[in-house]
């Protein structure tokens, strides 16, 4: 389905309906984990780059899932409407309130208290519906069947106690199972913002997209399990930073476990167990690295010189053998 479509609406209709309103049929879950304060969009759609339109997030006020005609406004200004201290019930109605085509929309909006509101416009193709629930919401159209939308919040209610991406993840599969979006997959996304109120730099905990793929959700979660791994790595770059090298070398293995054929993994677990003064651990692991990338035996005799790695002559030898 592209912009095709829009001619065929009608003089009338292409008034309403813009290029630059993204087609982005899809299902959508917005959420809040009541134990940590996070919120999170998950979505996935048989559109290019469904990320980078129907999820909207900002740390300490909610999220918002703008998608069916997607009116890309709705995500920022409903944000900015929450901020005002707007309810989702009042912040969706004065949205819907100005949009000529609010019966071909499809949003819902989540604040940090896990207050939500949803609309799915009765002009949003079939099958399409939403279900909300305490803490969050699941909204779809242009679905294969009217179960994808009941089986997302099953999905989501059945998971509570794991940590909101992954629940989010699973309810996005559920929909799949149940048939999915009629056309098919094509994109997905992850977008999870803290309960709080952060720097800017800080504000997204997890942002996370698959543009173009055969199996975005696949896709998605193996990025998911590879930013778990890499929460891993920062942990030990940050023990390092403080000088607890045994606490960075049990990150650094935790990393290593979760994805054993990554260079950088390994590398970093060895130079842990170097300054551990576990030299010859280390330099086995390093020369399994070396061997397919001889560089890493170049930024082993640099990390001296700026602290990160703390050996004798002796040692410094063995490990670059």
Known sequence: MGLSLLAALGPAKAQVFKAEEPLAHTYSIVA?????????????????SVGTAVPWAEAGVGVVATQSFTNKSFGPRGLALLKEGKSPEEALKILLAEDEAREMRQVAILDAKGNVATHTGDKCIRYAGHITGKNFSVQANMMLTDK??????????????????????????????????????QSAALVVVPGQK???????????????????????????????????????????????????????????????????????????????????????????????????????????????LDVSKQQMQKLLK
């Open 198 to 308: 952060t720097e800017p730099w800080e504000g997204r905990t997890i942002d996370l997209r698959v543009d173009d793929s055969e199996q975005p959700l696949e896709e998605l979660e193996r990025l998911l399990k590879v930013f778990r791994a890499y929460e891993h790595m920062n942990a030990g770059d940050l023990a390092i930073e403080k000088g607890q090298m045994q606490q960075a070398m049990e990150e650094y293995g935790k990393a290593e476990a979760m994805f054993p054929n990554n260079l950088e993994m390994k590398y970093w677990h060895a130079i842990g167990l170097a300054n551990s003064g576990k030299t010859d651990e280390a330099a086995k692991i390093l020369s399994e690295v070396y061997k397919k990338d001889p560089n890493w035996r170049e930024l082993t005799s640099r990390l001296p010189e700026v602290g990160l």
């Open 32 to 48: 809040l984990d009541p134990k940590t304060g996070e919120m999170a969009v998950g979505v996935q759609s048989h559109w290019f």
């Open 148 to 185: 994808v939308w009941p089986a997302m919040a099953k999905a989501f209610e059945k998971s509570e106690g794991q940590p909101l991406a992954e629940r989010v993840l699973l309810a996005l599969k559920a929909a799949e199972r149940e048939g999915g979006d009629i056309r098919g997959r």
